[in-house]
């Protein structure tokens, strides 16, 4: 008997009819989404070991939730992936998801993939370093000082980015009260001119050590909760103020600063602010129209620069950061074209002092405990808070001494000699012990 033989024709058809759907149905997700662009930080700029948010713009067909995977390399040149919240992809137009990421080397391959309900819907490789041939510029080294400059969109007057980062990279300019040129600090500067390209993570800011905002306010509320958050983590936030103080008022910003705005003045003599640089240039002359500025309340906070009509400049700590407010705007061009204008910058971002104060606990640290210098440098940085003024040892041991004297000699002459009643030691002990213990609770709150 025969076996039956499938016509082959037959046979070859059937598969092409069964096959072709399920290849077709596996590759439509694919060919409806593109990754457009991919920018990491604010404007491409952000830090090796920080975090900061990678911005993925999408041109999708079809809608629905999805997710951004990101691959990159850690310090010792594995792979972690990162993973955003999931998000609505629109039918029409481009969409933008952001996911939270940390670059551990300077140069390296990045992979992005966006994920479906049905699996990867699109995937793009980035490299990232200094090569003509790279799609994504290096990320800066943590030792650069990282500033965000937050000003008003399409002004050609006031303190513009590139004349910061001019006057803060100056090797040349020194300060008039010392004897020899300032240390420099090595400053780049991110200009941010559209709002709508600001964090509302407070991830988005982690790689920036400073920002600046420049008469510009007009921030969401998340996005001032964002900046709040990383105040909050240790930030520095620098607040300049002039005429646009009435807008800020307005603002969520002036819900959350410490430091408070009571009104509006017009300053004719601007000396102060040059007695705070130690500059003997004058910012103003005698024919000088008065420049608009803002009465500030400390609040109890400390005060840099007083006027008689009031705080002209402000610093308070916030969290592990800092809040520091300038009653003056950068957008007056007698402050802008002043020769101490780099040293107010400085003294404004804290740069010169946080410098010092981490070399001498460096050097403090090296000569005393000996421990190796990645231990050094990573207990400085945790130790390091510029805001809180901290005792040192000396008083401490003053209050311990004082304290030995009245629990014996004193307390011996007071309850022997004086009341002539040796007993009342078990009244006198006790308090003794209590007002101490209260008065180092009291010391330390305030």
């Not at 041109?59 to 040149?77: F, I």
């Not at 709040?228 to 930030?235: H, S």
């Not at 740069?351 to 210098?373: D, F």
Request: charged share 15%.
């Amino acid at each position: 008997m025969k076996t039956p033989v499938f016509p082959r024709p037959i046979f070859f058809l059937a598969v092409a009819l069964l096959g072709t759907p399920c290849v077709a149905w596996a590759a439509a997700p694919a060919e409806g989404t593109k990754i457009d662009r991919v920018t990491p930080g604010l404007g491409g700029v952000f830090k090796v070991g920080r975090w900061t948010t990678l911005a993925v713009r999408l041109q999708s067909s079809a809608a629905g939730p999805v997710h951004v995977e990101v691959d990159a390399p850690d310090p010792e040149g594995s792979v972690v992936t990162f993973q955003s919240v999931p998000a609505p992809l629109a039918s029409q137009g481009p969409s933008v998801v952001s996911v939270p990421f940390k670059m551990g080397r300077l140069g390296g391959t990045m992979t992005v993939r966006v994920v479906g309900q049905n699996g990867v819907l699109a995937n793009r490789q980035v490299r990232v370093g200094g090569e003509s041939e790279s799609d994504l510029a290096p990320p800066l080294r943590q030792s650069v000082y990282l500033l965000g400059h937050i000003r008003p969109a399409g002004t050609a007057s006031g303190l513009s980015t590139e004349r910061i980062t001019q006057l803060l990279s100056s090797e040349s300019a020194s300060s008039e009260g010392n004897a020899g040129p300032v240390a420099r600090t090595n400053v780049e500067v991110v200009d941010i001119e559209a709002a709508d390209s600001l964090p509302t993570n407070a991830e988005g800011y982690s790689a920036l050590d400073a920002v600046l905002l420049d008469g510009r306010f007009d921030l969401s509320q998340p996005q001032s909760q964002a900046l709040e958050g990383w105040v909050r983590a240790g930030g520095h936030l620098v607040v300049a103020l002039g005429k646009a103080a009435p807008d800020y008022v307005k603002t969520p910003l002036a819900a959350w600063i410490p430091i408070k705005v009571q009104g509006k003045t017009q300053l004719g003599d601007l000396s102060a602010i040059e007695s705070f640089c130690r500059q003997s240039t004058r910012i103003m002359s005698a024919s000088d129209e008065p420049v608009d500025a803002a009465r500030l309340n400390d609040g109890g906070n400390q005060s840099l620069i007083s006027t008689f009509e009031g705080s002209l400049l402000c610093r308070a700590p916030f969290g592990l950061g800092r809040v520091t407010v300038l009653g003056v705007g950068f957008d007056n061009p007698l402050l802008v074209r002043w020769t101490g204008m780099t040293e107010l910058l400085r003294r404004l971002l804290d740069l010169e002092e946080t410098h010092t104060k981490r070399t001498q606990s460096l050097t403090s640290r090296l000569t005393q405990t000996g421990i190796t210098e990645l231990a050094t440098q990573l207990d400085a940085t945790q130790d390091e808070f510029p805001s809180v003024a901290r005792v040192t040892t000396w008083p401490v041991m003053g209050l311990m001494v004082a304290l030995l004297l009245v629990i014996g000699p004193i307390d011996y002459l007071i309850v022997h000699k004086l009341f002539n009643r040796p007993e009342l030691t078990w009244i006198t002990f006790p308090l003794i012990i209590a007002a101490a213990a209260g008065s180092a609770v009291w010391w330390g709150s305030t």
